[in-house]
């Protein structure tokens, strides 16, 4: 089993306040933010609705003791968005201990996949 196999297979939700969690999806929204340099942008490549990718932000923005996402407003040039320093840190950091998670647990969960039932495919 390879390393983005296994990545596929294990989903990091850490949770940081009462019915906030920091997972794949919200992590995937930065990483959008990061490469896309759009709110909007981000949230059509993961088939989310603007209004949603907008919420998110602002929970996240409102989580951390600095905004992870900064944004400018529209006009003639456009707006646009991109990931602040306490972004691209926390970002990183849920990649690093998704990583983490991985090796952990990479022999047990080959072990798993290995004796899974043919019923089960």
Known sequence: ?????????VRLRVRLAPGV???????????GIRDTGSISAAGRR?????????QLVEELNRLFDTPLVEASKGGSGGGGAA?????????????RMH???????????????????????
């Open 46 to 54: 993961m088939r989310m609705s603007y209004k949603r990718a907008w």
């Open 83 to 95: 990931l602040t320093r306490r972004g691209e840190d926390v970002l990183a950091r849920y990649r």
């Open 21 to 31: 969690d920091l997972g794949p999806g919200k992590a995937d929204l930065l990483e």
């Open 99 to 121: 990583a983490a998670c991985c090796e952990a647990i990479a022999g047990d969960l080959r072990f798993l996949h290995g004796h899974r039932s043919s019923a089960a495919d």
């Open 1 to 9: 089993m390879k390393a983005n196999e296994l990545a596929e297979m």
